[in-house]
């Protein structure tokens, strides 16, 4: 047997990152306690080579190991989301593992690991290959939850999500068994044309598909898949909190826009009805409770899953313009929330134990600290919607490809969902600006270095997709027509 | 040219510089980033001017998309930037004596306290006003003409301290609102019939697709002048702008004479094309125009506030403004503004010295005999009140006569509006004359404890005086008429602007009038005004004592005219009060009961949901795999059943 | 294999049936001793090892963490031979290429083996 033709410039930000992982993971244990943060270094080194490799891949759209290894621009585009969440994450955490003395290098490995597994998720339309990702993903980020091992909240949250994304593997890997019985194949194309023109679909095609939407949608924390969110979120590190949500979040997005979007979205009949209602009770559910949530962490995370609401209008409408919005929905909400997070952790880290973060430590911290407190507003204003802010934007778009093919009734739904949202995001800004913290006001520590760098990369990214979105939507769009 | 696009943007970046870490800089830093951003400006103004020059007059026209902005469907709004003659002379205005008053005001504000927070303001408002003279559709002219009404707003209450000044910034937006309104429902109507916001489309498309008079173009053009009779500060909406001087001088000179309330003016201008298709609409701009002239120019006569009598002077002048645009000469309206900009920003700033070297006294009858005290201060106002009197070879001369000859002789005119024009002239004369008898001739009427304090202004704030003064005095050489021998460069050079508008209204060049009428109405009016010159001689300076006496012997005229006419406390009456009080209703029995009543249902609705739905939420991992495996069989059991 | 993708639950009828199965024979088995046992209950009967060495402590021990370490990294490694079996099994016809391969697969093994012995995680004390 000679060696098959491996296309290695394609898989080189893949590649990249996993040889960081590997590496640095090795690396942890030879050195000192003390000098753990090298780790944190290497990592972000790693992963801004490995980005300069996806630009370089832009445009090339090929594929490799037979088909199920693709490099077009749509996961270009997802793995650039990927890296930058990650590194980000990287930035924040350097001080905070410091402060809340608990500088293990293992961490940045964890983070490495996962941007690995969700670049494999959104490279692939074969289900099995999308699996293997979605499971490095999701292993590292149980871990990533616990990673506070002397928090009870932190464990608490470790087991929770592990336990319940186990179950949710289940359904998937059950699904794909499906769905592999039926047609014989694992390649989302070769499903439809297996299943394509069928007079009569068959049941286990629905079963299967069925279960893929159960287990992705678990992955999105669409509801009543999202009981697990508000738990992990509260209870993870802050940083881990905010990749959480920006992430694994696009990976598994990506990964539904392969496999719904263009699979089975036109071969298994009511799907686009199921996608309604879930989408309908996914914001629905996710923003009136986030109404009445006091920690700022558990209240994102409720925001989260009505961002997946949202977002999950890109799979009832189908359209490719749709995908791209969707694509670019996750970015704007990743860079969002990776920058709300950087705020929270930052105010979180100025306690050892997780104290403070509930949102009345928010109190009166626009006065003492104008910059974080218009950054963080900055953040609200754009997780709510509102323009020039990237949030408007996404949702701009979104909502318009979905009012193009007539699905009036769900955007309205959709819109008053958001005024409803507007409420808790400027509960926060209101708690900054206009209240005074009576008793002892929280001390925050000063911004160190690397999250100062990041801090301003996400409020100039926020600000320049909500000012200037034709680039970014017409890069998403790009990405989107080389999927198909 | 293809840098015009950072003419905006320079202050836009001061402003940000200054409002991010102004607490923290020191004072010359501040300067350095404010003057130096708008002196940049005015550079780039220059060299975009002789950009300008260098191209052939009917290519003049040059547009800069620097991003598309809104692109939704048919709307479509780019964040462009058009240079033709009409922008290049306004930036030139705008950024040149935004440069002086920068300048002026570091020596006027150095005691201030909130040094930073003023220089934010007025670099912000640079950018809007830039923004708004430069945009190259209707959408991004709303941007800046907002802009410009908040920092007008932020500045007018910069002594937030004081209740009448914040009391005055809110008279100032509330106003301006009713006209914003009108611009904004005008933009509208016109996206909706013409089917774009882009200057040149809707000037190219209107004509053909807009009956010549017709109900739809009329309706367009009057809502859009109401946004310019709102910022303009023409009749009815005119009475924020003398409670606006209670904002800092400069502030006064900079954006309530010289640049901002001009912006309807170069709106109306703008729209040229627009209003020539309605002349119903341009009637009623004359009309307005010479009576807000006629109007403001009664009242200036007997007010004792030196700032206020500047201010209503500005409104009468804008009055000017607005006749030249109706009777469709655009382009003397133009030159109007900017003699106006400089003799008017010269006035304000040399009131603002001489309110300086008073220590804050603003009532003319508690000054007199400056002269020689403040003899920069004097002569430079000595030139500006020459020039906005009309004496021939200073620049309001050349303009004024213009408009008046225009007024009389245009296609749009009438003999009418040129008596009373000449008759406002006349009273200009007069209360300009009026406030330099009582402020720098006579008996010295303030206390010995005012008198140690009496200084002339430092020199950072007399040279953008003199370098003013030497404006009003050449500025209005650039638009010499052909009846004095000169070229009318200035109308030649704005010619292409307004040549669209001018085949619409079938205005043919150069006919008109024998220059010899023009002659006569010329020597007419200075005859007139040295006359009032002589009256106001006589009462404020020869026969001072008597000067109360002369003016009480109006009767109730007087008092009429001294008390403004009784318009605020009439529209206090008429508007505010059933308004204050119907909403007052609305609020306790509408509001309280039954909106209040719906939302607070609503939240109250909600938030009950919330509880309950916060209650599956239990945290056993138990009860989570139940809700799963629930919606499990949901999403399965719903796609076989429906298959 | 796509004429396999029009199968209905006939195809799987089979394994349909190989479940029923089952479960009848566990209920029968179950079943049939419980109606023909004989049932004596005492203490002796109710203890851990009915016929082992006498019980002193109680069941509920806890171990040492370690244990399940051990356990857990014998597992990973131990399914790293499972791999290794198919792969010995076709050792010719993979050639180079699937040795390559195994090496690659080997040395990720080995960074996490050399991760775990630094960190102690087998050291007994």
Known sequence: MSFPNVDFALLSPSLIVCITALLTMLLVPFLGEKRQVVVAHLSWIGLSIALFAVSQQIGKNATTFGGMFLGDDFSQFFSGIFIVAAMLTIFTSIDYLRRKENEHGEYYPLILFATYGMMVMASSSNLLVIFLGLEIMSVSLYVLAGFARTELKSTEAAIKYFLLGAFATGF???????????????????????AFGQSNVDTFLIIGSALLLIGFGFKVAAVPFHMWAPDAYEGAPSPITGFMSAGPKAAAFAAMLRIFSVGFGSTVPHLQTLFWIVAVATMTVGNIIALRQNNIKRMLAFSSIAHAGYILIALVVGTGEASSAAALYLLAYALTNLGAFMVIALVDSGAKHDEFTSIDTYTGLARKRPFLGLALTLFMLSL??????????????????????????????????????????????????????????????????FLMVALAFAVAAVLLIGVYPQGWFNFAGLSILGAN | MELIWLIPLVPLAGFLLNGLFGKSFSKPVINTIACGSVALSFLLSLNAFFGLLRLAPESRSFEYILFSWIPSGSLNADVGFLLDPLSAVMILVVSGVGLLIHVYSIGYMAHDEDYSRFFTYMNLFMASMLVLVLANNFVLMYV?????????????????????????????????????????????????????????????????????????????????????????????????????????????????????VTAGVYMVARCNVLY??????????????MFTAFYAATIGLFQNDIKRVLAYSTISQLGYMFVACGVAAFGAGIF?????AFFKALLFLGAG???????????????????????????????????????????????????????????????????????????????????????????????????????????????????LAVLSVIGGYVGLPKAL?????????????????????????????????????????????????????????????????????????????????????????????????GSNLLWQKFDVLIIDGFFNGAAWLAGQWAISMRKLQTGMVRSYAFVFLGGAIFVIGYLILSR | MSEVGLTSFETYFPIFFQIVLAIIIGVLMFGVSAMLGRRSKSRVKDEAYECGIEVTTDTRHRFSVKFYLVAILFIVFDLETVFLFPWAVNYKQLGLFGLVEMVIFILILLVGYVYIVKKGAIKWD
Not at chain 2, 203 to 231: C, E, M, S
Not at chain 2, 336 to 340: E, K, R, V
């Open chain 1, 172 to 194: 998937t890997v059950f699904g794909i068994a499906f769905v592999y019985g039926v047609t014989g194949t694992f390649d989302v194309a070769g499903i439809i044309n297996a």
């Open chain 1, 384 to 449: 709510a919607g509102f323009p020039p802010t990237a949030g408007f934007m996404g949702k701009f778009v979104l909502f318009k490809a979905a009012v193009s093919q007539g699905f009036y009734v769900l955007i309205v739904i959709a819109v008053l969902n958001s005024l409803v949202s507007v409420f808790y995001y400027l509960r926060v800004v209101v708690k900054m600006f206009m209240t005074e913290p009576d008793g002892q006001p929280v001390e925050v520590p000063a911004v160190p270095v």
């Open chain 2, 144 to 260: 800046g003409w907002e802009g410009v009404g908040l920092c007008s707003y932020l500045l007018i209450g910069f002594w937030y301290e004081k209740r009448s000044a914040t009391d005055a910034g809110k008279k100032a937006f509330i106003v301006n609102r009713i006209g914003d309104f009108g611009f904004a429902l005008g933009i509208m109507l016109l996206f909706w019939t013409v089917g774009s916001v882009h200057f040149a489309t809707v000037f190219n498309l209107a004509p053909q697709q807009l009956a010549y008079g017709g109900g739809i173009i009329t309706a367009a053009t009057l809502l859009l002048f109401l946004g310019a009779v709102g910022k303009s500060a023409q009749v009815p909406l005119y009475v924020w702008l003398p409670d606006a001087m209670e904002g800092p001088t400069p502030v006064s000179a900079l954006i309530h004479a010289a640049t901002m």
């Open chain 2, 276 to 289: 020539m298709l309605a002349p119903t609409t341009l009637l009623v701009v004359a009309v307005v125009g």
């Open chain 2, 336 to 340: 109007h503004l900017m003699t106006h």
């Open chain 2, 353 to 467: 010295s001489v309110i300086h070297a008073m220590s804050g006294e603003q009532d003319m009858r508690r000054m007199g005999g400056l002269k020689s005290k403040l003899p920069v201060t004097y002569t430079t106002m000595i030139i500006a009140t020459l020039a906005i009197s009309g004496i021939p070879l200073f620049s309001g001369f050349f303009s004024k006569d213009e408009i008046l000859w225009q007024a009389f002789s245009s296609r749009f005119g009438s003999p009418l509006l040129w008596v009373v024009g000449l008759l406002t002239a006349g009273l200009t004369a007069f209360y300009m004359f009026r406030l330099i008898y009582l402020t720098f001739f006579g008996q010295r009427r303030y206390d010995d404890h005012a008198a140690s304090h009496v200084h002339e202004s430092p020199r950072v704030m007399t040279v953008p005086l003199i370098i």
């Open chain 2, 485 to 581: 021998l000169g070229g009318a460069w200035f109308e030649r050079f704005l010619h292409p602007v307004f040549a669209k508008g001018a085949e619409i209204g079938k205005l043919a060049e150069g006919a008109g009038e024998s220059h010899a009428t023009e002659y006569v109405l010329m020597l007419a009016a200075v005859a007139f005004v040295v006359l009032m010159i002589f009256t106001a001689k006589r009462y404020y300076l020869d026969r001072a004592k008597d000067s109360e006496q002369f003016e009480h012997g109006f009767g109730g005229l007087y008092k009429l005219v001294y008390n403004k006419y009784y318009i605020d406390e009439l529209y206090d009456r008429v508007i505010v009060n059933p308004l204050v009080k």
